[in-house]
């Protein structure tokens, strides 16, 4: 297993953009990883991935908004989410796929004006 962290997230207005950074602890380049949240009284969802060889997949509540990256040379993953929604505030959390059971903190995005 590995250790992820994600940082990035914060308090912004519907139609702004956040960019969310997970950093693992090891080296993740032959690995898919992907993007979740959890919004307050719902269960944790999938909305991104990407696999090791960089194909991406997308839920279609942010296909066409949010971009899933990776730097294999950083251990870290990105999402890049643009034209956000208050439906969009969330913890979102990074995990490997299939999912390890060990998550890490996630970061709180908040969109409100």
């Known amino acids: 297993q590995v250790q992820l962290v994600e940082s990035g997230g914060g308090l912004e207005q519907p139609g702004g953009s956040l960019r969310l950074s997970c950093v693992a602890s090891?080296?993740?380049?032959?690995?898919?990883m992907g993007w979740y949240r959890q919004a307050p009284g719902k269960r944790r969802e999938f909305i991104a991935r990407?696999?090791?060889?960089?194909?991406?997949l997308y839920d279609t509540s942010v296909k066409g908004r949010f971009t899933i990256s990776r730097d294999n040379a950083k251990n870290t993953v990105y999402l890049q989410m643009n034209s956000l929604k208050p439906e969009d505030t969330a913890v979102y959390f990074c995990?490997?796929?299939?999912?390890?059971?060990?998550w890490g903190p996630g970061t709180q995005v908040t969109v409100s004006s």
């Open positions: 990407i696999t090791s060889a960089g194909n991406t």
């Open positions: 995990n490997t796929i299939p999912n390890q059971p060990t």
């Open positions: 090891g080296n993740i380049f032959s690995i898919d």
